[in-house]
């Protein structure tokens, strides 16, 4: 056992040092010759000292992501191996004969252990944001959203692993199909109540304070054919420097977004073209796509899932002192066979929606006809996240959603050179 273990610490070092080498050494995110001193440029809208800051500040994000992930899988893993799984749910069998109050129990300290083991992690990463100037947050509204986090992803999970296993107890062989038949209302039901439960548990929203800009966003809606009759501002200039808009809901209502600091940092053009962007995605119904996707990925997860985990215990039970899937004490490897799943999956997922940004920019061009403002938007919308233009490969494949800012940029100088002609 000791030796799985150091075996698995050596492959993890070795691997985090050529993460280290990959990030800081040997990937280039130049952009091409032929698109030096275009939009595209950063060294046309960036300062020096910011093309300097944006590329360091990008190289430790992308680190501690490609670091932290595996981190997560050794986590649950060790969990696992060191027996504290198998501990908690002997303990919370002998507290009580309820099987809800079993998991309550058990979902409430495996949170705490997995909270004290990943705290660290985020606790850099957002110090890392803070000392680059791209989070505004103070230690102090930090460690509340952590708590906020805490909270609502152990009420989550302790839902999640009573309906789970309470199937996995009842149905040895077709549990997943089960679960997956009720995480789909449940999926839906979570896209609804998300922006209007969740969110506003973090940060305030109110009604656009602008009026005019409000007046002229719902022009933008009525020729998208968008039916809302009230654009929200959310106080974001608190916690970040970053920008962001949306829009959300699903039937016949949308429920459009602003940032805060999207207003303050952006002129009224560059809010329109933006707010294009995200009006293209709810009039191509993207938001349908995804949680469609989302059903089928769990079908198959689920499905991935219950094989692998069998296996595991079959093969290795005795190390992760497991003897049968339905025992609480295999929710660790769940989570562990879920994650990893997940990302092994999330190229083709990151794929999918990169396209879909696309389609939303293409969307907005032809509803605003106005590429000069999207372009100084994203020139502004990189100098406030310290953002990378032109990402290298490995990370624009395993964290980007959208389009790089060169790719966005480079359409956006074709569309004004068509334009033009
Ligand atoms: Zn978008």
Same mark, same amino acid.
């Given at each position: ?71 997560d899988?050794?986590a649950y893993?060790?969990v ?30 495996f949170s705490i252990i997995m909270t004290v083991l990943t705290l ?12 680059? /100037?791209?989070?505004? =947050? ?12 805490f909270?609502?992803n152990?009420?989550?999970l ?7 296993? /309470? ?26 109540? =998300? ?68 207003? =303050? ?35 198959? /997860? ?14 290795? /039970? ?14 660790p490897?769940?989570l ?42 994203? =020139? ?42």
């Open positions: 056992m000791k030796k799985i273990i150091g075996w698995a610490i050596i492959i993890y070092v070795l691997y985090c040092i050529g993460i280290a080498w990959y990030l800081f050494s040997f990937a280039d995110s130049s952009i091409p010759s032929k698109w030096k001193g275009t939009s595209a440029d950063p060294a046309t809208f960036l300062t020096p000292s910011e093309q300097v800051l944006s590329e360091q500040y990008s190289q430790w994000k992308n680190f501690l992501f490609f670091v932290s992930v595996p981190y899988w050794l893993l060790a696992l191996w060191l027996g504290m799984a198998k501990a908690l749910q002997t303990w919370s069998e002998k507290a009580t004969k309820w099987f809800v109050l079993q998991v309550a129990f058990y979902v409430f300290w660290p992690f985020d606790f850099i990463s957002y110090r890392i944001s803070w000392a680059y /100037g791209v989070s505004t =947050q103070s230690v102090f509204s930090w460690m509340r959203d952590e708590a906020m986090d909270l609502v152990t009420v989550m302790f839902l999640i692993v009573v309906v789970l296993y /309470g199937l996995i107890r009842r149905f040895e062989k077709r549990w997943w199909l089960y679960a997956w038949m009720v995480s789909v209302p449940f999926t839906i039901f979570f896209m609804f109540i =998300q922006p209007v439960v969740i969110d506003p548990l973090y940060n305030d929203f109110y009604p656009l304070k602008d009026k005019v800009l409000e007046a002229k966003i719902l022009a933008l809606a009525e020729k998208a054919h968008i039916p809302s009759d009230h654009v929200f501002e959310v106080n974001m200039s608190e916690k970040t420097n970053t920008l962001n808009a949306y829009v959300t809901g699903i039937g016949s209502h949308a429920r459009i977004v602003l940032w805060d600091t999207t207003l =303050q940092r952006l002129k009224e053009k560059e809010v329109l073209f933006i707010m294009a962007h995200e009006m293209g995605h709810y009039v191509m119904k993207h938001v349908y796509w995804g949680v469609a996707s989302y059903i089928v990925l769990t079908f198959a /997860g689920l499905f991935v899932a219950g094989r692998v985990m069998n296996w595991l215990i079959r093969r290795w /039970g005795e190390y992760f002192h497991l003897h049968k899937i339905s025992a609480l004490a295999s929710l490897m769940f562990l066979v879920i994650s990893v799943l997940n990302f092994s999956v999330s190229p083709v997922v990151n794929m999918v929606s990169r396209y879909e940004e696309h389609a939303a920019d293409e969307y907005a061009i032809k509803l605003t006809k106005d590429p000069d403002a999207a372009i100084s938007a994203f =020139q502004k919308l990189t100098k406030a996240g310290l953002s990378e233009v032109n990402p290298p490969v490995f990370v624009k494949i395993f964290r980007y959603t959208h389009p790089t800012i060169f790719e966005r940029m480079v359409f956006l100088e074709k569309q004004k050179y068509s334009e033009r002609n």
